[in-house]
């Protein structure tokens, strides 16, 4: 009987030193010290024992620690038959059913079946399961029963980070009920002594503090955690609201100049690429000092927002318009002519002709004036909106509420310098 016995506790002994290797091997891996040789890097390991997949592995290095434990739990009791300190057929029993359901549980990982649970890293049926075993041996343990107690608290305690308060409270009830019974059965197998019964019951309330603090525990790191995304969201929320800021006008809710340019420079560096140009339209909204003077400075911003959803509901999705300043905007027409852009804002025009531009005035309407020019191949943007902004004060000069293209001496002028 000691040979097999000493076959077994090897088999033990190499399992639990190759869960440790993996685990620690993985763990070099993740962290990639630059000191290790590239030929010790056993990337080809952790691949073979978990998974390429580094979702998979991250489950499976957690599997390896809980593998460990057990494995762990199972050597000691095969020392202890050795010394005859415990039944040996109650230990194969034992030490039988215990690899057959790690090896079940590491074929459902290891096979990727695990990712079809509601819960892929299988947490609470391997606990229940570890729980069953740990009863199980602090039944058979013998003197080494307190090692069954320890494995236990090693066991919720490492789960804890991943686990619930619901689930943990499910899991401490188990071990209260089982660990109960094994206890008083063991009280009953040494004989119903007064001192037996008594270290058990001892044992007993040692457990029930223990898992009790743990459930404690677990309902105050949930608590934190719920408050640390409570925190996070508003963190989330606050930053978008800066990045909104940081990019749009708050009165218009158009982009604003400095995220206008941004857009500018990458379709410049998008029409070099392409070969495709673009056009450019600044937009002024004429006698707007009026409105403002005559209505007031609240209708003027009504005024200015009614103008901005006018422009952009012309617009097609992929032309850009930003507040320049002012009552000025700033179009940019992707991949569109001269003509073309002209007949766009004509059209505006005529919407904006026939829009309520503020409530509290409902009679009053607005015209804008226009000036466009198309993109030169390799000048400055600088010169290209300089064209349109002279555009502009042309057809302010010429009447306003007119779409005028820059003239070609405008061109020829801004080619020549």
């Not at 005559?294 to 006018?310: E, I, K, P, R, Y």
């Not at 930003?322 to 007949?343: C, I, P, Y």
Request: one cysteine or more; a neutral charge; hydrophobic letters at 50%.
């Amino acid at each position: 009987m000691d040979s097999p016995l000493q076959s077994v506790q090897l088999l033990m002994l190499l399992g639990l030193v190759a869960s440790v290797m993996t685990i620690a091997t993985t763990r070099l891996m993740r962290l990639n010290p630059p000191w290790l040789p590239g030929w010790l890097r056993f990337a080809w390991l952790s691949d073979l024992v978990l998974s390429s997949d580094p979702r998979q592995k991250a489950l499976g290095r957690r599997f390896m620690v809980g593998v460990a434990n057990c494995l762990a739990g199972v050597l000691a009791l095969n020392v202890g038959v050795v010394h005859g300190l415990i039944d040996a057929t109650a230990c194969l029993y034992l030490t039988s059913a215990a690899l057959a359901t790690l090896a079940v549980f590491y074929a459902l990982m290891r096979s990727g079946l695990n990712q079809r649970l509601a819960d892929p890293s299988m947490v609470e049926p391997q606990t229940w399961v570890i729980i069953g075993f740990l009863a199980w041996g602090y039944l058979i343990g013998g003197p080494g029963r307190p090692v069954a107690l320890l494995l236990l608290v090693a066991i919720l305690t490492f789960t804890m980070s991943t686990t619930t308060f619901p689930q943990l409270a499910r899991e401490s009830l188990l071990a209260a009920v089982l660990f109960g019974a094994v206890m008083w059965r063991v009280a009953a197998l040494e004989g119903g002594s007064a001192s037996a019964d008594v270290l058990q019951w001892v044992f007993f309330c040692v457990m029930l503090l223990v898992l009790v603090t743990l459930c404690l525990l677990v309902a105050q790191m949930s608590r934190l955690r719920g408050e640390a995304q409570c925190h996070q969201a508003e963190l989330n929320d606050a930053l978008g609201r800066i990045r909104e800021l940081a990019t749009h006008d708050d009165l218009t809710g158009l982009f604003n100049r400095r995220h206008m340019l941004e857009r500018l420079n990458n379709e410049k560096h998008r029409s070099i690429r392409s070969g495709r140009s673009f056009c450019l339209a600044m937009i002024d909204i004429d006698h707007f000092k009026r409105v403002n003077d005559q209505f007031g400075h609240g209708t003027g911003d009504q005024v200015l927002g009614s103008v901005a959803n006018t422009i952009s509901a012309g617009l097609r999705e992929t032309d850009v318009v930003a507040r320049w300043g002012g009552e000025e905007f700033l179009v940019m027409f992707t991949d569109t002519d001269l003509a073309t852009a002209e007949r766009v804002l004509v059209r505006i025009q005529q919407a904006l002709a026939q829009t309520t531009v503020a409530e509290q005035a409902p009679q009053l309407r607005v015209t804008f004036s226009a000036g466009v020019t198309g993109y030169q191949p390799d000048e400055m943007l600088t010169r290209t909106i300089d064209r349109a902004d002279r555009a502009l004060y042309a057809a302010k000069a010429a009447g306003r509420a007119c779409v005028l293209r820059d003239p070609p001496d405008l061109r020829a002028s801004s080619q020549a310098a």
